[in-house]
């Protein structure tokens, strides 16, 4: 399978559906956790929100998430029956990583504006849609491979665009009643 069609696969059988398919109650009871050393009121640590102990968070995961995302904040935690989801900010944007139950990174969604999007990825949206302004993105990885969700729209239209390896899918369009 294609790193393309993997992703959407993922997309469209994780992302787009519901996180949580277990009642909403045993995910509301969070614990948070202030790591470091020392228990000095001076000394300001990051927390830690997580659905579960600390410690039943799988080690790799924990250590392959700090590798890899060194310079964070928000940092929340949710063991699921799937493996775990990290959800944390990191320079101002909404980002998610995603570990599968043994620790291993399968991939990492981040949230932004139009105004922010790469200058290529415009051209390439406009050169199509030219009349459409671009309004949230989803950006999906797996390591290897990006993949985005665009929204845009238009005074009749609103649309989801898929975009991996050039190649860009209307996903959805709806009519724009606004």
């Given at each position: 399978m294609n790193a393309c069609l993997y992703i959407r ?170």
């Amino acid at each position: 399978m294609n790193a393309c069609l993997y992703i959407r696969t993922l997309l469209l059988g994780v992302i787009l559906l519901p996180v949580f398919t277990k009642g909403q109650n045993e995910y509301a009871r969070a614990a948070s956790y202030l790591p470091g050393r020392g228990s000095a009121p001076e000394r300001e640590a990051p927390s830690i929100i997580c659905n579960v102990p600390l410690n039943e968070i799988n080690i790799h995961a924990f250590r392959h998430f700090h590798r890899r995302f060194p310079s964070i904040s928000g940092e929340s935690w949710v063991k699921s029956a799937d493996g775990y989801i990290v959800s944390f900010m990191e320079n101002a944007i909404r980002r998610q990583a995603r570990f599968d139950k043994r620790g291993a990174f399968l991939y990492s969604l981040k949230y932004y504006a139009g105004k922010d999007i790469s200058r290529d990825l415009v051209a390439s949206i406009k050169k199509k849609y030219p009349d459409y302004g671009i309004g949230v993105i989803t950006e999906i990885t797996d390591g290897e491979k990006t993949f985005y969700l665009v929204k845009i729209e238009n005074s009749s239209f609103v649309k989801t665009l898929s975009i991996c390896d050039g190649k860009t899918e209307v996903l959805e369009e709806l009519a724009n009643g606004g």
